[in-house]
């Protein structure tokens, strides 16, 4: 590990992200471009009016506002200088839902996805976030779902894009030499290249072949991924079994040089009720998914209930495997209860996993104890502690902490779900940055944002134009990178 730096170099992928490729003046306190929504090109749903129901809504600016009590869109176009990263943004009001209303972005005719206008009784600014636009006239649509919210301005100007500086600070203090090194690399790279990954199979996938994948890759471009993605799923007290793992850990990263990251897809009993601790469960008969068990995550955190002493059950079976990485000075960049809040919502009901049924705030008690069982029960320090978020309004609600937390992941699925291009059946090479520096956002910076998992991996056109720093790519196995409607063959070989 001591030669982590000049041995991880090779691994690299071949991309810079030339953040000097393309100039944009920085805003001297003015917008670049501000349209009253008056102005802009109303469907015929839409009304511009100066009170709602008879009730004046003071401190709009121009002649009135726009009304949207349903559907409807507001076109307007703006002309920029120079391809680059820009802002978008409205001054609004949305006093009927607490929960939200839905509006739909687009830009040049690509749906850019839906935004919940956050409830507010006085006019607000909402930010959409941060979009590519060409030089010359870009049209910008807003189209409601559902969305009954009144719209005084739009404004795009020039963004301002975070320095992606980051610290090499872990969040455990008493973090082993190596895994300092590892960090001190990984915030090294962050912001000025990408970093390559590949996930495996578990357990005897592929027919037992686990390099399935990584051969792949080599025969495709001639190098292997810097990264290689790891489950221990298998490391567990219900049907648990030596799948290898750990070995393959030890001889990536000691003999190919390589980094490793770890999840964890911790099974439960689906009938946890009649399951006794400590019996032998068929793994047919465990699951995940909250809808497939009785087990109630709310209890997991209460000291003395069966719940709570099965997960630290699974967490003894963890940190068994945890400490042999760290006897042989292995560093992992470990991402435990991922894809925490699936679908949305503070409260579980998006949830995908038995590990977030009960909610953000159970959410987080149960890294903590996690975090805390690891580090200081069984002294392990060897752990970059990667948590996975997501862009919802709740999203920030999920967050453990600054000081339980080293990197922010994003699990990238939008290629067959979550597309918004129009397009089926062929990659989906977007950079997604606007989610990239939302989730920059949510840390202030302070923590470096990865994507974690993907199916298509972006094209290097969009990383570099767009200026998308996310901190390595992770594909998913089997078809997720080897399937042509997935990926294309030609941008993995460019990249």
Known sequence: MKGLVKKVSTFLIALSLLF??????????????????????????????????????????GAGFVWMQNSGTLTFDVTVPETGMYTISTRYMQELSPDGRLQYLSV???????????????????????YKLTKGSNTIQIKGGWGFAYFDTFTVDYAKLDSLIVAPTLSDSQATPETKILMKYLTEVYG????????EIYGGGNNGNPELEFDWIYNLTGKYPAIRGFDFMNYNPLYGWEDGTTNRIINWVNNKNGIATGCWHITVPKDFNSYKLGEFVDWQKTTYKPTETNFKTANAVIPGTKEYQYVMMTIDNLAEQLLILQQNNIPIIFRPYHEAEGNGGANG??????????????????????????????????????????????????????????????DKYNTVYNRYD??????????????????????????M?????????????????EKSGWLYFCPWYGEYLMSSANNYPKTLKEL
Do not use: C
Not at 192 to 199: E, P, Y
Not at 423 to 447: C, H, M, R, W
């Open 20 to 61: 000097g490729f393309i100039t944009v003046p920085v805003s001297a306190g003015t917008a670049f471009f501000v349209i009253e929504s008056e102005n802009t090109r109303l469907s015929s749903e839409l009304q511009v009016v100066t009170a709602i129901y008879g009730q004046p809504k003071p401190g709009y600016s």
């Open 192 to 199: 000025k290249h990408i970093i390559s990954g590949q996930q």
């Open 349 to 410: 009901e998006g949830a995908w996993f038995w590990w977030a049924s009960a909610g953000a705030k159970v959410y987080k008690q149960l890294w903590e104890m996690l975090y805390t069982r690891l580090t200081k029960d069984y002294g392990l320090h060897n752990l970059i502690w990667t948590y996975n978020s997501y862009v919802y309004s709740t999203s920030p609600a999920w967050y453990p902490g600054d000081n339980m937390v080293d990197i922010v992941g994003y």
């Open 422 to 447: 129009g397009l089926s059946g062929v990659p989906n090479e977007d950079a997604i940055t606007t989610i990239f520096y939302q989730l920059v956002d949510l840390t202030s910076g302070k923590k």
């Open 108 to 130: 040049n005719g690509m749906n850019k996805g839906s935004f919940m206008l956050p409830y507010t009784t006085v006019w607000s600014d909402f930010n959409f976030g941060i």
């Open 449 to 465: 944002v990865a994507m974690t998992e993907n199916d298509t991996v972006p094209s290097l056109q969009n990383l570099t134009e």
